[in-house]
Every structure is written in C-alpha cells, then in structure tokens.
C-alpha cells in the first residue's frame, strides 16, 4: 500500500486539515501517516477557537520514523502556526523527499486578496523554501501572488481574461524543477452570460490547463485541503495532474453544493462525505 506523510493539523470543527486529507487519502486506498502541526477546538475561522502548537514533537516524529527507516510515495504539507514550525518542517521534507516521492506544498498564507493572521514576513520565506522543494504545488489565487512578489491587493481587480495571462505567467515564475506541476486553484471566473465559475490552471513547463465547474455557493473551510489530498492521492494512483484537478474540481463542487443547499454555515466545511465515490 503506497503511503503519504500528512503534515497539517487538526481541527475539531471544519472538516479541514488532517480531517479532510485522511478520510481522501484512505477513499483513494493510501495509508495517510499523519504529523499533526497542532490542535485547534475549531478551524481558525471560528471567532472562538483554542489551540495547541505540536512544534516540539515534529523533530521527534523525524528521528522516530527515520530510525524505523520508514519512506513515503508522497508528502503533503499544509497549515504552518509558525515560522519556527515551518524551519523544522523543512528539515523533514529534507529528510524524506526522495527521488520516487512525490511532494505536494499548498503554501497557506492567505485568500481573497489578503493574507491570514498568522502569516508574517518569515513565515512567507519559510513557505517559499518549502515551495522550491515541491513537485507539486497548490497555491491560491492571492498564495500565487504572495509567492512572486506581487501586489495582492490587485487580485480582485484583474478582469477575467487579465487574470488568466496573469496566473500563467507567474505560476511560470516558480517552475524552478523539470517536472515541476503549479496547480492554481480557486479562481473567480465568469461564463458568457455572467454566471459564476471556478477555475483551477494547471501549469507545467509544456502546457497550461485551464478547467472550470460552476461555482457551488460560496467559500467552504477545508477545500483546500481537499483539492491537496485528492489530487496527489489520485496522481499516485496513475492519473496526470489535469486528470486528477477536473476529478477533483468535480467533487467539491458537487461537495460544495450540497452543503450550500441545505444551508450549511461555510465555516463548518462541505459535505464531501456524500460524493467521495466520485474519486
């Protein structure tokens, strides 16, 4: 059985995180191994929330699993509390990002044209080293932006057309490997009667793939973690990375719809456990 280090934390609420990427990974017939970065009463937002950082025992799980000469097919890292955190996770992707593991970086800073509240100077840089270490990465529209230095008060500004030239040009920026995969997700599109769409572009140094779906109601906690987890999941099972990113767009539409329909408060999450036969 193939086997994916998790490295996110863990949220009582939200259906995000380690929630999201184990449930996928094992549909997708993966062993998730998870590092869990912290635990949070609820995802961040949530007005009220409690937490405790696992910083102390990342270093623990690194010699602990390599002492058991352990070695993974994929690597998943998410949600960083702290710079500090993110030094020592660098260490592990070090450590256990071999030649035949595939390793996937969504670098979660921010969303909508702003960053989150613990995002800061040093963390960006930590996250942007771990980024030049991916095979794959996830970015957001306003992550990409964060990534190569541009303004991300711009994001919601750029009308559609503008917007697409703008995300393959940059994601094209951090092609720094030879088969290097950007998958930018969450870009607010419209279709030729002013509907709204969700685009995820798939950018490679060969070509550049743009799918959409209809936009399902709204901005739902954990489908970022989702769109991570289903993807690699579905790239080690064999599909390409455009393959894998219109399955995957699918299901959280579907996800996102039906949490929308029955009046679901987006901070609770999708209902993805209804369509996880659709990976």
């Known amino acids: 059985m193939k086997k994916v280090a998790v490295i996110n934390d863990i949220s009582g609420f939200g259906k995000c995180s380690l929630v999201a990427d184990i449930v996928v990974l094992s549909t997708l017939g ?12 609820a995802q961040t937002g949530f007005k009220n929330y409690h937490y405790k950082s696992n910083t102390d025992m990342i270093d623990s799980f690194t010699e602990s699993w390599s002492d058991m000469n352990i070695s993974f097919d994929g690597i998943i890292t998410g949600f960083l509390i702290d710079p500090l955190q993110g030094k020592k996770l660098l260490s592990f992707v070090r450590r256990f990002h071999e030649k035949d593991t595939l390793l996937l970086v969504d670098p979660v800073m921010g969303d909508g044209g702003q960053t ?55 994601s094209k920026k951090l092609l720094n490997r030879p088969n290097k995969t950007i998958i930018v997700t969450g870009i607010k599109l419209t279709d030729g009667s002013g509907n709204p769409l969700l685009g995820n572009m798939v950018v490679t140094r060969d070509c550049s793939k743009l799918y959409t779906v209809s936009s399902g109601g709204g901005d739902f906690s954990g489908t970022g973690d989702l769109f991570a987890a289903a993807v690699l999941g579905q790239i080690l099972n064999g599909k390409t990375a455009f393959e894998a990113t219109k399955r995957t767009a699918e299901f959280i539409r579907a996800s996102v719809a039906d949490a929308h329909r029955s009046g679901t408060d987006p901070k609770f999450g999708t209902e993805f456990e209804m369509h996880l036969n659709m990976l």
């Open 116 to 170: 989150y509240v613990n995002y800061s100077g040093e963390l960006h840089e930590t996250i942007f080293e771990l980024a030049k270490e991916a095979d794959i990465l996830t970015p957001n529209v306003t992550e990409l932006f964060l990534l190569t230095g541009e303004d991300i008060s711009t994001v919601l500004e750029l009308d559609p057309e503008t917007l697409k030239e703008k995300i393959e040009s940059l």
């Open 30 to 41: 993966i062993q998730a191994c998870p590092l869990p970065t912290g635990v949070y009463t």
